[in-house]
């Protein structure tokens, strides 16, 4: 058998030659070929970018030298494709769709473009401090925010109304667990509050950290020591567990914003507690069935006010491999200025133009007058402060989250010990004792611990 | 009832489970492609409402479908073919010229498809990077075509066992040379099998969403990246998604459709000798 296969030639070289030819002219055929003026911008699917990619047809049509290319992509694909692209200086965006939570990080390394000459009208005073803070880093503007958002608690009128209920503009968790016990009605396929459960550092661990800190509590002290065992944590995580398992809907722990939105907007929920964006989501006929019977407040606070909401915002930044700056710095000027702004709220009404970002939107009466929510949102985004941002002095910036490097492990390795707590897999000092010694054990591996 | 009837009963039953089981969610993301955003997240969830199209509107509206259709057809087809033109000499040199370290080769074959894709993210993308091919069909075609080769070469190596080794040495008592024997009986022999591993190469290829997300762009995003970019992390988004991920299945549910002969014959290829 071997010597057959040693006395017999396998190639048949002009067969291999033709197949060769023919393959590599297909494939050729299908590569791309760059273009010159093309800017790539990733971004997500989140309402806001729609918009933005809808209307971006103006841009082009000011812009004829520039061609906009969008790569919508799920946001933790994102931020792992473009992590990777970043950091590998490829270079395949010019334009990319960061938070307030890698911008500082980012540009640190040196990997963000700092924004020091943006046009003559673009008007930086009117963008809200504590979202243009969140944004730089030393001082030096790295971003420009598309969208900002906060957190109000939501709830439904006529149930509130119903049981009796007068809701206050500053309400304390307290006050949240009696009318929660006042408003549940599991018979009738209505539960007293949703709230997020499902595991991750931008999913539960989002708002228990709000949570945490308006209990008094923080991530870490100053000589960065994680204190999760505190008796802080423990009395926010066990009010949140108790108050979710006493009158939370079935199947708490995997809901994140999308499945309480899909609760609370078909009536499922008398109470919501999550970002303000949602108002415009809860506002809209066509995604909800509670317009109607829509209220909202304060998102509720404990011993202090503190960090007891977040700030976010989904921002456009240029990355420092692209080589196509100049022409990214007019894109998002543009996608970011009042002009833009002024395009939506003519072209898909002023509830839909992106919130949080320019005083001049909140302080325009046709904004006001189609969003009821506005004076809620502008005033929770005002009193955010990511770096006062816990009752006792802490290391670190963030409200919901710890703005180093290593933050999404631990938080979405804590989130899941939660999550765990809430289910009933874990007692609630199992919980805690493992997040602690697990947060104790990463913070020594990057070298904050000894 | 006879007590060959009542088994046939129940492996009637069974099978009918079976494929309901499988069946229900392809056919519930249908369904929920012709409902609104809201409907879709009622609970409990309606059986019955009024269709709509509007998803399949916004979808075609918002990407260029058949952009990204052509692509992963492109890809799959080539990929599978440049597998197929490596795999079918190696299966036949290890069927039927097996050496003492045969069985390992193709133990260690397999073992490259143990590894998880993340653990050597970096090293490709770095060579992709550097060589150009980020973006590019030539390079998910490079990398599918390897990804499944381990795979083809397995399969086609079974079925090419298979056929009696009677009729190619009589074969080559005739004077068919190697290449004779493989593309003149081999081939033609087992087609079936042949068939069959290039259908699951293909739907392997088109199933891909790791290396498709992270080694393209916007020029060579075959279907996986066409799904990902309706999936949103604040607002409704389930019908938008079911409508997007009905039109990316759809081509490779009709292929498959269609070869369902083929790639039953050559499952079952020489199971009843």
Known sequence: MSKCSKTNKWGDIDMGKRFTAAFASALLAGTALAQAETITIATVNNGDMIIMQALSGAFEAAHPDITLDWVVLEENVLRQRVTTDIATGSGQFDVM?????????????????????????????????PVRDGLSYDGTLYALPFYAESTMLYYRTDLFQAAGIEVVDQPTYEQVRDWAAAVHDPANDVYGICLRGKPGWGENMAFLSTMVNTFGGQWFDMDWNPTIDSPEWREAIGFYVDLLNSYGPPGASSNGFNENLALFSTGKCAMWIDATVAAGMLSNPDQSQVVDTLGF??????????????????????????????????FISWATSKEYIQLVGAERGWVSVPPGTRASTYANPEYQAAAPFAQFVLDAIQTTDPIDNTLNPSPYTGIQYVGIPGFQAIGTQVGQMIAAALTGQMSLDEALESAQRSTERTMRQAGYLR | MTKQHQDKLMITGLAWFVAVVIFFPLFWMLLTGFKTETEAVTTPPSLFFAPTLENYEEVMRRADYFKFAWNSIFISGVATLVSLMLAVPAAYAMAFFPTKRTKSTLLWMLSTKMLPPVGVLMPIFLLFRDMGLQDTQIGLIIVYALMNLPIVVWMLYTFFKEVPREILEAG?????????ELYHLLVPLSLPGIASTALLSIILCWNEAFWSLFLTTSDATPLTAFIASFSSPQGLFWAKLSA??????????????????????????????
């Not at chain 1, 938070?99 to 009117?126: C, K, S």
């Not at chain 1, 606070?301 to 700056?325: C, F, N, Y």
């Not at chain 2, 080559?172 to 004779?180: Q, T, V, Y």
């Open chain 1, 97 to 129: 769709t960061i938070g307030t939570y890698e911008v500082p990080i980012w540009a640190q390394q040196d990997w963000l473009v700092p924004l020091e000459t943006l046009p003559a009208d673009y008007d930086l005073d009117d963008v809200l401090a």
């Open chain 1, 297 to 330: 407040t304060a998102t509720p606070i404990a011993v202090t006010p503190k960090g007891s909401h977040w700030l976010w915002s989904w921002a456009l930044a240029i990355p420092a491999s692209s080589d196509a700056q100049d022409a990214a710095l007019e």
């Open chain 2, 172 to 180: 080559r008592m005739d004077g068919a040379l190697p290449k004779d």
């Open chain 2, 244 to 273: 997007a991920s009905t039109m990316a299945i759809a081509p490779i549910l009709v292929f498959g459709w269609m070869s369902q002969k083929q790639l039953v014959r050559g499952l079952t290829f020489g199971a009843v000798k």
